[in-house]
């Protein structure tokens, strides 16, 4: 049964700290979207990649968010100082592009908390 | 620009009662349109989809109908469980086909829906 894996599940650092997330997307998958899940901001789109180029960021705060996705089979999301508003649950979800509809696979997140 | 509405919740149902939640769109062109669900300390799920207008997409009991003339996709189940609990997201992606359609996603707010015994 294929499906999107996140690492870590978990994460708690200090503020001013670097924190790295990882995504595998579903083998076969073209599409890999980031997104933030706080309970005031509801689901936030971060950025999404298409064939491993990045297509839109603009949900991203620019100087400190940073995404990648160095091969098909992972993506990343970089942040870089750490802030405590940036405590929330971040979702991975990947999908197949180029179809008149295609629905996305979603990780199981990971919690950073940001002290 | 796009966007989806959902009516508020949370939802508190007693088991085996009737479930609607409402779901109305913005977009232009022809969106497919998606319900998701998300189950406590889990991702998000996809329950049901349909891609054009009068399609009804159904799963687990649940059922939603695309209706572009009322731009509306609501969701119901004819008698809940207390495993349905959960929140319940709609949403819409494209407007295009192919090539064109990203896959980017519109998400409503959620709806909570709580189920008792």
């Known amino acids: 049964d294929a499906r999107v894996t996140q690492t870590p599940r978990h994460k708690v650092t200090e503020m001013g700290q670097e924190v790295t997330m990882r995504c595998q997307p579903i083998?076969?998958?073209?599409?890999v979207f980031w997104y933030r899940q706080t309970m005031m901001q509801g689901l936030e789109l971060l950025a999404y990649?298409?064939?491993?180029?990045?297509?839109?960021d603009s949900g991203m705060p620019k100087d400190r968010f940073s995404a990648e996705m160095p091969d098909a089979t992972l993506a990343t999301l970089k942040i870089q100082p750490s802030e405590p508003r940036d405590s929330a649950v971040y979702f991975c979800?990947?999908?197949?592009?180029?179809?008149?509809?295609?629905?996305?696979?979603f990780g199981p997140g990971t919690r950073l908390t940001v002290t | 620009g796009n966007s989806v509405t959902q009516m508020e919740g949370p939802v508190t149902l007693s088991e085996e009662a009737f479930l609607t939640i409402n779901c109305t769109y913005t977009?232009?062109?022809?969106?497919?349109l998606f319900w998701y669900v998300q189950y406590p300390g889990e991702g998000l799920q996809l329950l049901l989809k349909?891609?054009?207008?009068?399609d009804k997409g159904s799963n687990k009991g649940f059922e939603a109908t695309y209706r572009k003339e009322t731009t509306s996709f609501h969701l119901e189940k004819g008698s809940v469980q207390v495993s349905d609990s959960a929140v319940y997201f709609c949403?819409?992606?494209?407007?295009?086909?192919?090539?064109?359609?990203?896959?980017?996603?519109?998400f409503g707010q959620g709806t909570t829906l709580q189920v008792k015994p």
């Open positions: 979800a990947s999908g197949l592009a180029g179809t008149a509809s295609y629905e996305q696979y």
């Open positions: 083998l076969g998958h073209n599409t």
């Open positions: 990649f298409r064939n491993r180029a990045p297509l839109d």
């Open positions: 977009a232009t062109g022809y969106p497919s």
């Open positions: 349909a891609t054009k207008a009068d």
């Open positions: 949403a819409l992606s494209g407007g295009g086909h192919g090539s064109s359609n990203t896959g980017k996603l519109i």
